[in-house]
């Protein structure tokens, strides 16, 4: 049984803050927090056309 729950995300900032990838031998931030709303608009624009 899992002793430790993965909690949930809570928002965008979070999301930024949280995900990590692996370089080399460091842990480095997966997206930045101007790419994620780079997306967000992005996906807006399709949603909202």
Do not use: P, Y
Not at 2 to 30: E, I, N, P, W
């Amino acid at each position: 049984m899992l002793s430790q729950m993965k909690k949930h995300f809570t928002s965008l900032s979070d999301v930024v803050k949280r995900v990590k990838v692996t370089s080399g031998k460091k842990q480095v931030t997966a997206i930045t927090s101007d790419k994620m709303v780079d997306i967000i608009d992005s996906w807006s624009r399709l949603l909202f056309l």
